[in-house]
């Protein structure tokens, strides 16, 4: 069986993988746009009435969640064979997800389909240089965030339980066993911490967004911006780029194995919600290739101080 497929994808070579598709071999573009709640934009809405990659099907991250108090949690292998279902989605497509920000929510889809098993996910990079081409795109309205590609039979079985509890735990970290290493003071030892959020949140200077909810970060936690990692098009910054500004920014050199000696068990990354941690994941994984762990706090910020003892929330620039 062929190796697993996670990557970033740019605009032409989508192209070129598109006109090789058939059948048999469907290459199904996903749009994953999500916007934050103080962001006044509807994009299911703008999906059905505005434009689209043609054939793409919708995935809103606040529908396929899992049940909890916060925010588009990871979903549940039934909640997720549901998404693939309503789509119109095989497990043997090569899917192609995009937003129309950029880069802002489509690597947290990409790598929630890849999670679940999905063999073949790339990451359009990016859907605005998309649009600078002038590739196709789709301005009639339509009523339905179903791919309209016809499929003569699905094939979305789930990954085994017991492969993806295994993926789940090689590839996230939850409150529980984040709390214990903090209490420990083990986090530090054994992790480095990037928090994707904007500086004056992490350090407790500017409000977030959800109203009422403390900013400040996790102790141990280095904050490195998503926006740091991308250019003024919202694209992926150079592998050399994104290294230089990680030496500059956080005076770590990953660009030989001796920050593996500090941080032995690999890296987390978190956000406010678990969304723009995973443009930080891209970047490490895809655009750097870091054969370590490198996994996401789901419930991120907006858990972590809703939770957490007020001795690990932290208000400064540590």
């Known amino acids: 069986m062929a190796k697993p497929i996670l990557s970033t994808i740019t ?18 573009p996903i749009d994953a746009t999500w916007v934050m709640p103080n962001v006044p934009r509807t994009p299911a809405k703008e999906f059905l009435e505005v434009e689209r990659i043609p054939n793409a099907a919708f995935f809103d991250l606040d529908k396929y969640c899992g049940d909890s108090p916060y925010p588009h ?54 859907y605005l240089n998309y649009k600078k081409s002038s590739f196709p795109l789709d301005t009639t309205k339509i009523d339905s965030f179903k791919t309209p590609l016809s499929s003569e039979a699905t094939s979305n079985t789930a990954i085994p339980e017991s492969e993806f509890k295994t993926r789940y735990n ?7 066993e984040l709390l214990d290493l903090v209490k420990s003071n083990q986090l530090a030892k054994d992790y480095l911490v990037l928090d ?22 996790i102790p141990g936690a280095k904050c490195l911006p998503f926006p740091k990692v991308l250019d003024a098009n919202k694209q992926y910054k150079s592998k050399q780029e994104i290294l230089q500004v990680i030496a500059h ?13 500090r941080y032995p068990k690999g890296i987390i990354v ?12 891209f970047a490490l ?21 809703q939770r957490a003892p007020k001795e690990f929330i932290v208000k400064s620039n540590g």
């Open 285 to 305: 994984t895809s655009i750097l290739g870091l054969d370590v762990p490198v996994r996401v706090y789901d419930g991120s910020w907006t858990e972590w101080a």
């Open 249 to 261: 920014d956080l005076n770590i050199d990953l660009s030989n194995d001796a920050w593996k000696e």
């Open 73 to 126: 949690m990871l979903p549940t292998q039934s909640t997720f064979n549901e998404a693939l279902n309503d789509l119109g989605l095989k497990s043997t497509d090569s899917i192609v997800v995009y937003d129309t920000e950029g880069n802002f929510s489509s690597p947290r889809a990409a790598w929630t389909f890849s999670l679940f098993g999905h063999r073949q996910v790339y990451l359009l990079d990016n």
């Open 170 to 176: 090689q590839q996230v970290i939850e409150y529980e």
């Open 270 to 281: 978190m956000c406010g919600t678990g969304v723009t941690a995973v443009i930080l994941r």
């Open 11 to 28: 605009p032409t070579a989508y192209r070129a993988l598109l006109s090789r598709a058939n059948g048999i071999n469907r290459v199904v």
């Open 196 to 217: 994707a959020r904007a500086l004056g949140r992490f350090t407790g200077e500017a409000d977030e967004p959800r109203a009422g909810l403390s900013s400040g970060h």
